[in-house]
């Protein structure tokens, strides 16, 4: 079965930091693209950032640029988000997702969200 | 950037219906088109990708079509278990966007 497990969500004061991991297991972890996705409460989805599968490269959406840092360890089967300068606006559920490698583009796995809170 | 804009963003429909759901680019994205429905308190699910294939498991009522800038979701007969929120996303280039959603909901 192919997991994707988030965690490391919760309550913080806006300015603090957060770190957000996701345990992938099921498949080939390396063979992959990961990204992070977020939805705010009643709202739309909002692509935050990508790593490649061997971690060479990444992408970041303008609102997290300088603030949010992707990476991974392919020898753990595990995806990071480092978030700092947090704001009120990144209040979010965060979704760690899969893309295929090799194939066109989607996102074809998603893990179950872990919920950031920011708030004094 | 590119921007995605889906039409409607709520739709009222009945067991049966055909609907068809609109995302439309704000420049050409080729077929790097993905859809995605959502239920209430849960992921997202992947319905179609490149536009028009389908994703393994979903059922043949769902249907993608479209190229560069227009592109449509159809549901050729509405079921139970269809009403969600549907998003489009362009995964043509980064940083990848979502369209604000199309809620169907039961008329």
């Known amino acids: 079965q192919v997991h994707l497990v988030e965690s490391g969500g919760g309550v913080v004061q806006p300015g603090r930091s957060l770190r957000l991991s996701c345990a992938a297991s099921g498949f080939t972890f390396s063979n992959y693209a990961l990204h992070w996705v977020r939805q705010a409460p009643g709202k739309g989805l909002e692509w935050v950032a990508d790593?490649?599968?061997?971690?060479?490269?990444?992408f970041y959406a303008d609102s997290v640029k300088g603030r949010f840092t992707i990476s991974r360890d392919n020898s753990k089967n595990m995806l990071s988000l480092q978030m700092n300068s947090l704001r009120p606006e990144d209040t979010a559920l965060y979704y760690c997702?899969?893309?295929?490698?090799?194939?066109?583009?989607?996102?074809?796995?998603w893990g179950q969200g872990t919920m950031v809170t920011v708030s004094s | 950037d590119i921007q995605m804009t889906q039409s409607p963003s709520s739709v009222s429909a009945s067991v049966g219906d055909r609907v068809t759901i609109t995302c439309r680019a704000s420049?050409?994205?080729?077929?790097?088109l993905v859809w995605y429905q959502q239920k209430p308190g849960t992921a997202p699910k992947l319905l179609i990708y490149a536009a028009s294939s389908l994703q393994s498991g979903v059922p043949s009522r769902f249907s993608g079509s479209g190229s560069g800038t227009e592109f449509t979701l159809t549901i050729s007969s509405l079921q139970p278990e269809d009403f969600a929120t549907y998003y489009c996303q362009q995964a043509n280039s980064f940083p990848y966007s979502f369209g604000q959603g199309t809620k169907l909901e039961i008329k």
């Open positions: 420049q050409d994205i080729s077929r790097w």
């Open positions: 997702v899969r893309e295929p490698v090799g194939t066109p583009p989607a996102f074809d796995v």
């Open positions: 790593v490649s599968k061997d971690g060479s490269n990444k």
